[in-house]
């Protein structure tokens, strides 16, 4: 090749780059060598680099998150008054069960929007928290977001979660009272136990472990973190979600899930599941239980369990999730008419999503009525 | 590219989490990327940081809106920054800010190299180094801004701005040589030896 008469202007930001092979960046240094002006261009290159390494990066403003939070918030309220709209097109199969369904929502719905309206009426701006000893009348202190809160043997606190709920702290615990603003507060729980009580739209209160985030979506719940930051979360009311880089739980009313440092969230299960699901999924979820645990967890579920085998199909393997599908099909037919085996089987977001809102019912009412007038 | 520790929480369970709506996956995306994608916004809409925010803003719920197309058929971060290059050409085509013309006016006013007793100190470097940036053609800012802030390789960067990968090349030589030209008077400045 005639390099030195064809000049290398293209090549030079991978040759000062160090991406060229190695025989055409000796082609371009023998080019070099001989050309001044593609010399120059080189030198130029270089220096532009080493200018470039002096711009900063600059940090992106603190408000722009609410923002994208509120503008999200919004869209999604559009979406689900556009959903109601269509729901005449239902087919007549069924059409009870949706009706009760949209009922549901509708109320919750309503509920939510009463609850919204309140909390931006009732909301005051405010970097200090509200605490007070419940077990005496000394009258509520407001404390500095950032301070960490410790209860003895036989000490209980109450921290009001701005206007929105509060939070009961029991005894031999250690609590850090993160930032308290419109958009989010948020508490840190090193070890100990809290109960929260919260009446507000979803994702405003979040509950920080050292295993996972406890995510408020309008619930009550216990939390309680050992000393190696083993959790367990409890929910008695509404949903509530267990997070850890990007893995979730969700747990509703009755559930509990476990979750451990370095693994993140279990898989959320009902209390009064079976003694060996409930050993069996521990088993699954942090001792490597393998097919053995799932053969057990199959065998021991019911229709409300399906809750559990949800969870599982992302994290099970292929030959696995195969078998979870069958049992849940098994214990809450039909399948949904937009939810194929295939779909599931691949984890198509979109299908486990639309799968997850039809079992939910089982989740929420689980006594479902049989044709023989029983329940299971 | 470089990975940032932040960068390196967005892995495919936080992407997957995205898709289905999930708030706390959305926030570690945002604190990954949030100061990259407004310092290209900033450098590219010539400082103005208001415009720079509203492009950041725009860039993340459209990629909350649009997460459940990307299929993982590249790497998250280059399908991200294509986002942003368009959001930035975009806000710039809206705002109208400066041409090209103006940008060589700005060029033209870089101090003189008589003027700049104490402009070796590495923050006024910088300042020079920003105007000097902001000022040259969007294209071939676009593209050094994401090779230098983002370390994306050529064949991201091509994805990104939705040209070759020769294009790339061409326009990372042509803005290197104007920026190397602009401020020619900082050659021999402590640290900025070739």
């Known amino acids: 090749m005639t390099m030195p008469w064809s000049h290398v202007d293209r090549m030079i930001p991978e040759y000062c780059d160090g991406r060229l092979s190695a025989e055409d960046a000796a082609r371009v240094e023998a080019h070099l060598e001989r050309c001044a002006a593609c010399r120059c261009a080189a030198d130029d290159f270089r220096f532009a680099s080493a200018l470039l390494t002096r711009l900063p990066v600059t940090k992106a403003p603190d408000s722009l998150w609410p923002g ?129 009580q919260i009446s507000a739209p979803p994702r405003l209160f979040f509950v920080d472990t050292p295993a996972s985030t406890v995510v408020d979506l309008g619930c009550a719940y216990t939390m309680r973190v050992g000393d190696g930051g083993e959790g367990r979360l409890r929910v008695t009311l509404g949903w509530a979600s ?76 292929t030959a696995d999730r195969g078998r979870v599908f069958d049992r849940i099909v098994s214990l809450t037919p039909p399948l949904p008419p937009d939810v194929s085996r295939e779909k599931v089987l691949q984890l198509d977001p979109d299908t486990l999503e639309r799968w997850k809102e039809a079992l939910t019912w089982a989740w929420i009412w689980p006594l479902q009525p049989t044709l023989n007038g029983g329940v299971k | 590219m470089a990975v940032t520790a932040a960068e390196a929480e967005v892995g495919p369970e936080t992407i997957d989490a995205c898709r289905r709506g999930d708030r706390a996956a959305f926030r570690t995306v945002y604190n990954a990327y949030k100061d990259r994608v407004f310092s290209i916004a900033l450098y590219t809409l010539h400082g103005n940081a208001d415009l720079a925010a509203d492009v950041t803003q725009q860039v993340f719920i459209k990629l909350m809106d649009r997460i459940a ?83 994306l390789s050529y064949e991201e960067i091509a994805v990104a701005l939705n040209c070759s990968r020769g294009t790339v090349a061409s326009r990372l030589n042509r803005g290197h040589r104007l920026l190397a030209k602009s401020l020619a008077h900082l050659r021999g400045t402590q640290g900025l030896e070739e």
């Open chain 2, 69 to 151: 197309s990307f299929r993982g058929d590249s790497e998250f971060s280059t399908w991200l920054y294509r986002l942003v290059t368009n959001a930035c050409l975009d806000a710039q085509r809206r705002s109208k800010s400066r041409s090209l013309a103006v940008d060589s006016n700005v060029l033209e006013t870089l101090p003189d190299p008589a003027s700049l007793e104490k402009a070796f100190a590495r923050t006024q470097t910088a300042e020079l180094v920003k105007r000097a940036v902001s000022a040259l053609p969007s294209k071939l800012r676009l593209a050094m801004l994401l090779r230098y802030f983002d370390e």
């Open chain 1, 68 to 196: 994208i939070l509120a503008e999200l918030d919004s869209r999604n309220k559009k979406t689900d008054r556009e959903s109601f709209s269509t729901g005449s097109s239902e087919k007549d199969s069924g059409s009870v069960f949706l009706s009760a369904r949209r009922l549901v929502l509708a109320a919750t719905t309503v509920v939510a929007i009463g609850v919204a309206a309140y909390w931006y009426s009732s909301r005051s701006p405010s970097e200090s928290w509200q605490v007070s000893a419940t077990a005496s009348n000394a009258g509520i202190d407001r404390v500095a977001a950032g301070r960490w809160l410790q209860t003895d043997a036989s000490s209980r606190l109450r921290i009001n979660v701005g206007s929105i709920g509060f939070v009961d702290v029991a005894p031999n615990s250690r609590v850090r009272l993160g930032t308290t603003r419109a958009s989010e507060h948020r508490i840190e729980l090193e070890r100990g136990e809290i109960s929260a």
């Open chain 1, 242 to 317: 267990l997070e850890w880089r990007g893995r979730q739980a969700l747990v509703p009313a009755g559930a509990v899930c476990q979750t451990r440092q370095g693994a993140g969230p279990g898989t959320p299960c009902f209390e009064d599941a079976s003694v060996q699901l409930q050993q069996a999924l521990d088993a699954l979820d942090f001792r490597n239980g393998g097919s053995g645990a799932l053969d057990i967890v199959l065998a021991e579920s019911r229709s409300r369990d399906t809750l559990t085998l949800w969870h599982l199909l992302p994290r099970v393997d």
